[in-house]
């Protein structure tokens, strides 16, 4: 029984959420029994992805490869779990189980009544199976189709909040995230056209032979996927929809997006620019180059964009685009350190950015304020909450000993050893930036008088959570060998292929 | 005048329509069509059903907990067709590794575990069909 | 000039994909009334249909339906087809969702215009 449970976990990292989202509406009424299993279906999924992870650091270089249905591999869906889904498995259920705590109990004012509510947890639980998903399979059109999976779930989840503004942002993030997924599909259209199989393996050998007889259409289908991916991870000019969408959504579905969802995006297309396309072709269509530029103008644009907002969670949204334009720096830059930098800078914000936005989000529900100016004071009233940001705001930026560090410095190392000079510059800039808009945010919180008002530290279950996750950020930056070790073996596998 | 027209061929013809949405779910694997297609048609005909007799009556036909329950459970009617797999020891979603017959191709007990799947989704996707019109019918 | 009006019109269907497409996507991005937008983005989806099902046709071929009369004929491809029926659901619950969406925002704002809305909604912020 156990041995046979341990053979299938790839597959019951990803259905075990989906199984329970599926049943649970028919619970509306029992609030305690939802609550209680969607933070069990999470349990679950983090210690499975923590035994997935814990064998392909055992196993050192072979992946383990599940066919569905029994089906090799051209003929059936194959998902190969190596360190990258491993380490994607280890963020998704890292931040989806303390959000799941945050949110008991905290939806109410924001969602509704308990049907609403019994609602956003089944799309919060699809949401994290497609997510898992994503990072196993191996083939393309699955990718396809849990990526809309995620998207409708994303906007369901935006568009749960009561507020007018939230339906408009929801529609706007809906329309755009559709166009990208009609990119994408296009752009697997043409790879199936010209090779023939939909296996990320075989397409890979194949097109490697025939490129080189139509390379307008190979051309046609790299451009597509990185548009129709940019658009969706908010790469700098088609980020519009995402300060909206990010902050209208209510509280933990904001932490979930902005710290795993975006990240999906991301992994999806590593895995198709290296995985299907591979090092050669991309430059020799200049991908990388035009990665390390956009890279760049994001981490400014969105910096200084974030510089000039009042509100809170929309300051927090802004950033979301700056350090998403750190990634695409590092997977431009095409050698190891850069791509481990990468990796490791995408674990660390996933947990840093959930836990800004909890915290964000407490700090809304307790005192009624959006605006960062009328905060004055709250470091006294409300210590932890305040306690957690400080912790995460510095690590955002970059001090040593906590985990941003740790990732800038490799991105920094990787940048060098490609021989640039310029993104070295502007990944240093970028931290003086963040620390420009992070810090008047910690000023105002601990150094201004406070008003006479009564602001209490939100309830038990959400300071368990907002610990939990900063403690994690702290080890991360202490202890960072397994996590660091786990996304230097992903880069590797990806730069070999 | 109209009304009554509408209502006596809609009284002939429904019950067919109906029956001919079962017969695609359940020859998905024999001729075109499938579970969604299926699925589509007898969604259809309840849709159908309630636009001319009046929403009151189609609600009173198919009351919210029918419909939040086979949605539910058809889909996890599907998941459970999949463990049977993992019970057996082969992976997820096998059909003929997990010791099922497969049968005469062409016959309509043939190709195992295909059929059964499509009934589970076929009866989801009519009452998600279902359920979509009755939220875009509601007037406040 | 000839040979590429030549190849233009043998592959016709992936030209009207390409056109469709371009008139999807302009619509979604000009036009300010919402409709309007959610008819863009299924022309646009129906265009990559259209995309992969003509890839996998083969001009000439046998319906893929086996046949004991002739075992050795080329039948055409019939896996587009079966990931397009997954497309088009996909298609079908993203349309059913925006018009949802756009219903919540006629009642709250009584117009289904995308500028009037981002003007009401600065005048009510204002206050």
Redesign the interface.
Known sequence: MIASIKANLPVFVVIVPLFIAFILLTFTRRMRLVEGLVIFAEALGLVCAGYLAYTVLKQNGTQIIYQLGGWPAPWGIELKVGSLAALFLLIIFGVCFPVAIFAKGNLTEEVGSNERITRFYVLYLLLGGALAGMAVTNDM?NIY?LV?VAT?SC??LV?ARKH??A??A??TY??LA??G??LV??GI?FI??TTGHLNMGFASQELKQVWQDNPHVVWMAVSFILVGFGVKSALFPLHVWLPDAHSQAPTPASAVLSGIAVKGYLICFLKFMYGVFGPELMQEFAVNRILVFLGLVAIIGGSLSALTQDELKRRLAFSTVAQVGYIYLGFGLMNEKGLAGALFYLTSHAVIKSTLFLAAGAILAATGKKKISELKGIGRKMPITMATFTIASLSLIGVPLFSGFVGKWHLLLGSLEAGNIIPAVIIIFGSVLCAAYLFPVIRIAYFEPAPEEEWKDPGLSQKCSLILLSTVVVILGVVPGPILELARRAAAELLML | MKDFILKRVASIILPFVFIYGIYVILHGHVSAG?S?AGGIIVGLSFIAFSTIYGIDKGRAKLPEKVLIFTESYGTLWYGIMGMVGIFKGVPFLTNKLAGIDLGVPGALSSAGLISLIGLGVGIRVASTMVT?FF??VEDE | MKILLEKLIINYPYCIAAIL?MIG?LT?LTRSN?LK??LG?NI??SS?FL??VA?GNIRGGAVPVFDKANVESVYINPL?SA?M???I??SV??T??????????YK??GTVDAQR?AQM?NEVEEK
């Open positions: 059109f189709v809309e409708l906007c369901g568009s007018p503004r339906a408009e929801a529609f809906l329309i559709t166009l997924s009609a599909m296009g259209g199936y056209i | 499938g969604f979509l939220i875009m | 497409f996507g979604v919402l937008k959610l983005i646009m989806e990559i995309l992969f890839g587009p990931l029926l997954t497309g659901v996909v619950s993203v059913a969702f925006a018009l949802a969406l756009i219903i919540r925002l709250t704002y809305i909604r």
